[in-house]
Nanobody, 114 residues
Framework: QVQLVESGGGLVQPGGSLRLSCAAS????????MGWYRQAPGKQRELVARIRSGGSTTYADSVKGRFTISRDNAKNTVYLQMNSLNPEDTAVYYC????????WGQGTQVTVSS
């Protein structure tokens, strides 16, 4: 059974940083493009960053220059380093393949507030 477990969220002040982790199991992780998605209250889920199996990355304009996605295939884990956070980054963050085909996990809540 394929499973994705996100962690690392929390409450942070504007300008702060967080590092999210997503551990995958039940899949050949290294074969897949992985993405970090987020869903803010009242909004649709959006893809904010992707990393291909070869390591190339792309970002949504809203996070470019502030977020960095990386992966460790030996640990079946994808990371999202988030810097210079602002209140508009408040959302539940999820990882999944891109395009997504795995059942969504519970996500991890990121709240940016003073």
């Amino acid at each position: 059974q394929v499973q994705l477990v996100e962690s690392g969220g929390g409450l942070v002040q504007p300008g702060g940083s967080l590092r999210l982790s997503c551990a995958a199991s039940g899949m050949i992780f290294s074969d897949y493009t992985m993405g970090w998605y987020r869903q803010a209250p009242g909004k649709q889920r959006e893809l904010v960053a992707r990393i291909r199996s070869g390591g190339s990355t792309t970002y949504a304009d809203s996070v470019k220059g502030r977020f960095t996605i990386s992966r460790d295939n030996a640990k079946n884990t994808v990371y999202l380093q988030m810097n210079s956070l602002n209140p508009e980054d408040t959302a539940v963050y999820y990882c999944n393949t891109d395009p997504h085909w795995v059942n969504w996990g519970q996500g991890t809540q990121v709240t940016v507030s003073s």
